[in-house]
């Protein structure tokens, strides 16, 4: 479940707990429990839960069809490239999904503390997925360039 970190493991936790923190925040906030008050709005709010499923569901069904690929960091034994369902509209489906979650919270509580979290945490699972992809490109060869050519990165 957990592999060997594409960037320096400082960098690469405390993007994850950035991240992880503001999603935290968001799930209080739902329940109730405003720990953060900012700026909001009823548009920002609506914004806010229509990222929040669209997050879900990239995070979803990204899992459902990495299944036992699933990781925390590089694989450290032989996987298979993974090119169908979720990961043929976009490369990164999980992360897309981790962005945009993020981005819900940040709307929906409007707070700079979220803001500056949020932009970090989208920062640092950019450059882990430079570091995934390099990865992938020695794992996968020539396999891997040619899915590389038909999907984005994101979208």
Avoid: C
């Avoid at 009823?42 to 669209?54: E, M």
């Avoid at 699972?125 to 984005?152: C, D, M, T």
């Amino acid at each position: 479940m957990i592999g060997r970190t594409t960037i320096h493991p400082a960098v690469f936790y405390s993007g994850k707990l950035s991240g992880y923190l503001t999603w935290i925040l968001l799930g209080l906030d739902y329940l109730g429990l405003r720990v953060l008050t900012g700026v909001q709005t009823n548009a920002l709010g609506y914004a806010s839960y229509v990222l929040f499923g669209l997050a879900a569901a990239f995070i979803v069904f990204s899992l459902v069809n990495l299944g036992k690929s699933t990781r925390l960091g590089l694989p450290t034994v032989q996987t298979e490239l993974k090119t169908h369902g979720i990961y043929r509209i976009s490369r990164n489906p999980m992360y897309v999904g981790f962005d945009l979650l993020t981005l819900s919270a940040v709307l929906k509580l409007g707070h700079w503390l979220l803001l500056v979290l949020g932009a970090y945490s989208i920062v640092v699972y950019h450059l882990i997925i430079l570091g995934e992809e390099a990865y992938l490109a020695s794992a996968f060869g020539e396999a891997y360039e040619q899915y590389k050519s038909r999907v984005r990165r994101y979208l």
